[in-house]
């Protein structure tokens, strides 16, 4: 890694007004989160969550822990973390993802860097405690068609497979075929020869997508302690079954989040609205909502019904069969952790600022929030494009045509600009409107009309100007346009479109260190590197 900048997040425009609001500190938004994200706050939430956190919750935790690794290699760095994790001193730093195919979009890997880099960093900081980093996998989900595919090189590698109930259970049966066509497009050279192998034995050597995100995950980020945890156990989630008990009878998330959002939308845009329970019932091939009606609790889109006593043996005799949905999955996942801070993008926070309130209803402490790092990645080469174009910083994140716009006007022989003219053209408009006062008020509608339309034509004539240049400037537009799709591909971010696979090929392992050398989970700014 090479050159290294930083732009606050508020600049980039890719950003919502809650995030931003977040990182500025502003009034608006205190209220819905605990500590901020700095020393200050982790030393708060620290003493926090160290008198909160059971000794009998971290044994049955740590114990499921190592029976979810027993089928595999633990790196020293992940079976020393699981080892510390018994101790009282030892606290959790989470991330969670759904199960990607092959990692699916880069950001991926920046979410479970954030956690990795937050962890050291607190260890240098609160060097008698410890600090484990976690990665969430979240295999109840059943949104298969947001994971079923990966981009490579403007090519994107689909799964061909029908999916019901939760993906991690999904065979990977039809996966060698993915790898042919993955295989075919990398071509040669040792990078792509370890892709092929880590696709390989990812994939094509577990039989279902759990383990092989597992497997995957803990190649990637095994070497920096990262552990992974499965929250379809049966036995973590027995620890979660009086929560799920009072979602039953209660519906607390629904009544809590409801007042939550009904002060939150006064000055943001609601992430999600919740269920009157917002649980999903799991068995084999069906994940489906679980809805009271008419005095029973009936399972959507089936024939299952259960009376209030049924529905709670059930949840006291299968735990598992209960499956918390996005909105109490995140209290599932500090009931059952020691964990201090939940690291996401920008959309999984806005909705963690709805829960607040239902955390402090029942009496879970709610964790720090931290945006994860986001990333810029720019070839050597696309850097010295970026320095002969003249393109800075700062307009590199303009939207497209904006670029456009400015570089056309920078690189253009003559002014395309109509300010002055404009502002001529307002005094005498305004001489005008003076002149008129001593008339009747028809001239002075006629006077503001004319200004109205005289504007309009120096508006229409500026724009055609700029389009005769941009057209005179083609090869200019043309190189700037092809350079600003490479690195905001469909006008988005980069993160969110390309995977790790066309850099990984191009640098090595050096992708994944360089990131982790660089980035700063609490310096809460975007960062660009050049690689």
Not at 29 to 53: A, T, V, W
Not at 454 to 478: H, P, S, Y
Request: aromatic share 12%; with cysteine.
């Amino acid at each position: 890694m090479n050159n290294h900048l930083t732009i606050p997040f508020q600049k980039t425009g890719y950003f919502t007004k809650i995030i931003c609001d977040y990182l500025d500190k502003k009034e608006e938004i205190i209220q819905y989160y605990g500590q901020f994200p700095d020393l200050k706050g982790f030393e708060k939430q620290i003493e926090y969550k160290r008198i909160s956190f059971s000794k009998a919750s971290r044994k049955v935790l740590v114990s499921q822990l190592r029976k979810q690794y027993n089928s595999f290699e633990v790196s020293v760095a992940t079976k020393k973390n699981l080892d510390l994790l018994t101790k009282d001193n030892t606290f959790t730093i989470t991330t969670g993802h759904q199960l990607n195919l092959f990692t699916g979009p880069l950001y991926f890997l920046y979410k479970i860097i954030t956690a990795i880099n937050l962890a050291k960093q607190l260890k240098k900081n609160f060097p008698k405690d410890n600090f484990v980093p976690v990665y969430w996998m979240a295999t109840e989900d059943h949104d298969f068609e947001e994971i079923q595919f990966f981009n490579y090189n403007n090519n994107k590698i689909k799964w061909q497979k029908d999916s019901k109930g939760a993906v991690g259970d999904l065979s990977t049966d039809g996966l060698d075929k993915v790898f042919e066509e993955f295989s075919s497009l990398l071509g040669q050279g040792n990078n792509a020869r370890n892709l092929k192998i880590l696709f390989q034995k990812s994939y094509l050597e577990h039989n279902n997508l759990t383990d092989a995100t597992r497997y995957l995950a803990n190649e990637l980020f095994g070497l920096f302690g990262l552990v992974i945890i499965d929250g379809n156990d049966k036995i973590l989630k027995a620890e979660f079954a009086p929560f799920v008990k009072d979602e039953l009878l209660h519906q607390t998330s629904f009544k809590e989040i409801t007042k939550t959002i009904n002060s939150l939308e006064n000055n943001y845009k609601i992430q999600v609205n919740p269920r009157e329970i917002n649980l999903f019932y799991l068995k084999e091939n069906l994940r489906e909502r679980i809805i009271f009606k008419d005095n029973l609790y009936r399972i959507n889109n089936t024939e299952l019904a259960f009376t209030k006593e049924e529905m709670l043996q059930e949840a006291d005799a299968y735990p598992e069969r209960f499956s918390p949905n996005v909105l109490t999955r995140p209290l599932y996942e500090e009931v059952i952790l020691p964990n201090l801070c939940y690291i996401g993008g920008g959309g999984e926070l806005t909705y963690w600022f709805e829960l607040k309130r239902y955390f402090e209803k029942v009496g879970i402490p709610f964790p720090i929030l931290l945006l994860r790092n986001s990333v810029l990645l720019i070839s050597k080469k696309q850097g010295q494009k970026l320095s002969k174009l003249g393109v800075s910083l700062d307009d590199l994140f303009l939207k497209h045509n904006d670029l456009i716009n400015k570089k056309v006007r920078d690189n253009s022989e003559i002014k395309i600009d109509f300010s002055e003219q404009k502002e001529r053209l307002n005094k005498i408009f305004l001489e005008l409107e003076e002149i008129s006062h001593c008339t009747d008020k028809s001239f002075l509608g006629a006077v503001k009309a004319q200004q109205k339309k005289q504007l309009n034509g120096l508006d229409n004539l500026e724009k055609r100007l700029l389009r005769a240049q941009k057209r005179k400037l083609k090869d200019l537009v043309d190189r700037i346009s092809i350079l600003h799709n490479e690195l905001f591909p469909k006008g988005g971010l980069q993160e969110r479109v390309y995977n790790f696979s066309a850099f990984y090929k191009e640098n090595g392992a050096e992708l994944i260190t360089g990131l982790i050398n660089n980035l700063d989970p609490l310096h809460l700014e975007f960062d660009i590197l050049e690689i």
